[in-house]
């Protein structure tokens, strides 16, 4: 059974940094591709970054780009988040999810950590 834990998140002032870490386990780590999502009080999750269905290509939405990175690293069996330049608006509980590799949905979840910008 694949297991996610994330951890990092916590209050910042705007403009400041996070690093989210999501450290997988009960899974080969190079058979599943890790994204972030994000919900925020009222609103749908959504997708934040991904790396890609097959291989190592990474996909960011358009409200992160130039801000965030997504990186792995494999000894360790981690995805980072790395969050900069952030806005009240990326308030947010945010959540790593994981999809066997070349498949589409995400099947797993992990239990979120809170992200809190202060403007």
């Known amino acids: 059974q694949v297991q996610l834990v994330e951890s990092g998140g916590g209050l910042v002032q705007a403009g400041g940094s996070l690093r989210l870490s999501c450290v997988a386990s009960?899974?080969?780590?190079?058979?599943?591709?890790i994204g972030w999502f994000r919900q925020a009080p009222g609103k749908e999750r959504e997708i934040v970054a991904a790396?890609?269905?097959?291989?190592?290509?990474?996909n960011y939405a358009d409200f992160v780009k130039g801000r965030f990175i997504i990186s792995r690293d494999n000894a360790k069996n981690t995805v980072y988040l790395q969050m900069n330049s952030l806005k009240p608006e990326d308030t947010a509980i945010y959540y790593c999810?994981?999809?066997?590799?070349?498949?589409?949905?995400?099947?797993?979840w992990g239990q979120g950590t809170q992200v809190t910008v202060s403007s």
């Open positions: 999810a994981a999809r066997m590799t070349g498949n589409r949905d995400f099947g797993f």
């Open positions: 009960g899974v080969t780590f190079s058979s599943i591709g």
């Open positions: 790396f890609g269905r097959i291989g190592g290509n990474t």
